[in-house]
């Protein structure tokens, strides 16, 4: 007997018992119960996020089924066999719209548990509107068309004009796939910080990364998949390879976290020539020269940056930075406020130095540090305050913005209400990456 392959085309049967042994559910039977109650019953309307109610009256999906919902119109995903609507939870989302149409009509169980807390998956329920139909054999299980495998899936899938631009060059990133990258050479900067240069699958490509948008790396650690989000530091337009500076968190280091960062360490032990997987376009958030931002969709305008940064947040913000100073004709002014817990956590210091001191009327970066440890310090002691900010960003007008990275809690308690103290409206005028 030969094992039929549905995802070739091929015609499958799949037989089925009534009933299952002992206690288990399942079978035919029960099946056609459920199918005659749910006829007669009236649905079962549940409280939504982003819409008041939805039907949760289970219903059955096939794979291609799923495989047509891959668009912002209607995004569906697969989470252990459970299929959900995400198209009513864009405009919401966290992460941004692309980081959901990244992973539409595909079963991404394993990347969404990578990055996602428990708190996350039980708000997915609110959008769950039927089950995946499984067979011995599905299409799901075959390395040609499984979003982690090397597949052919973007035969069937459906253009993200947010995503996708039109290149000069070839372009390394395809979205909703994976590509493997080569680590060609690593660096010591500091004790803690490495950079990272990774070869392109081919080496006549760019990465095709917009700028202030970021890649997911992807590893198998401890037999789980760990996905974290990196900014590159090289410029978009680097040909063949991308770089990454990055901050290693070391197990035994910092009592709240004392297993340190999955993915940093497991970076540092890569050795020279090994493959790392890379994803991506994600972010909302696109900066497009002169001034010119789109932001969910949407376009904003600013002359004046105010560009407020913590740890490795530095990163996207460094990123607009070197764009807009690599245009000869981008004029648009930058007002740096960087926060870290040393002198020596302070990435990219050089760079950032180099530039307020060769374009002074145009670069200014200030740092603000919890603890100094050198004499001498010119800069500021303690956190992100109302005060540094009035003294180091501009004043809010119809022609300033807000930039933001770092972690939530100086969102929250720092930036948030300082930059409102003095006349921002954080809604509009700050985006956060």
């Known amino acids: 007997m030969n094992v039929c392959k ?49 039907n949760t009256a289970s219903k059955m999906y096939s794979m291609s089924e799923v495989r047509k919902h891959n668009s912002s119109d209607s995004a569906w995903i697969i989470v252990h066999g459970h299929i959900y609507d995400a198209s009513r939870f864009l405009k919401d989302h966290p992460g941004g719209v692309d980081s959901i149409l990244i992973n539409a009509g595909t079963d991404c169980t394993e990347e969404f548990d990578a990055i996602h807390s428990d708190k996350a998956k039980k708000l997915l329920e609110d959008f769950r509107i039927g089950e995946l139909i499984t067979t011995g054999y599905t299409s799901d299980s075959s390395p040609n068309t499984s979003v982690h495998g090397s597949s052919s899936i973007s035969s069937f899938l459906a253009p993200i004009k947010e995503l996708v631009q ?57 037999d789980k998949l760990c996905m974290r989000a990196y900014t590159p530091t090289s410029t978009v337009d680097e040909v063949g390879f991308f770089e990454l500076v990055v901050k290693i968190y070391f197990k035994g280091v910092h009592p709240k976290f004392p297993n340190g960062g999955q993915m940093s360490q497991h970076l540092d032990s890569l050795p020279i020539g090994a493959f790392l997987d890379v994803k991506g376009p994600l972010g909302h958030i696109e ?57 020596d956590d ?48 501009p ?39």
């Open 166 to 222: 039109t290149p000069t060059r070839s372009v390394a990133l395809i979205p909703r796939e994976k590509i493997p990258c080569k680590l060609v050479d690593k660096q010591s900067i500091s004790h803690d910080v490495r950079k990272f240069k990774f070869a392109l699958p081919s080496e006549d490509q760019v990465l095709g990364l917009p700028v202030g948008k970021h890649i997911f790396l992807c590893a198998t650690v401890d």
């Open 287 to 343: 900066y497009q020269g002169k001034g010119n931002f789109l932001v969910h969709g949407k376009q904003k305008f600013a002359k004046k940056l105010a560009m407020i940064a913590g740890g490795t947040g530095i990163t996207p913000v460094y990123q607009v930075m070197q764009s807009i100073l690599k245009d000869p004709e981008d004029d648009t002014e930058m007002y740096v406020v960087y926060a870290n817990r040393t002198e």
């Open 346 to 393: 302070i990435l990219l210091k050089e760079e950032l130095d180099a530039w307020a001191e060769q374009i002074p009327d145009r670069v200014k970066v200030w740092y603000v540090v919890q603890e100094s440890i050198t004499e001498g310090w010119k800069y500021s002691t303690g956190f992100v305050t109302e005060a540094i900010l009035r003294e180091h960003i």
């Open 395 to 433: 004043q809010p007008s119809h022609t300033t913005l807000a930039l933001a990275c770092g972690p939530p809690p100086m969102i929250q308690f720092a930036i948030n209400p300082n930059l409102e103290k003095m006349g921002y409206d954080i809604k509009e005028e700050l985006l956060v990456f």
């Open 6 to 54: 549905p995802h070739k085309g091929e015609i499958g049967i799949v037989f089925e018992h009534p009933t299952q042994p002992g206690n288990q559910s399942g079978g035919w039977m029960a099946k056609e119960r459920h199918l005659e109650i749910s006829a007669v019953a009236p649905p079962t309307l549940k409280k939504s996020i982003s819409t008041p109610f939805m």
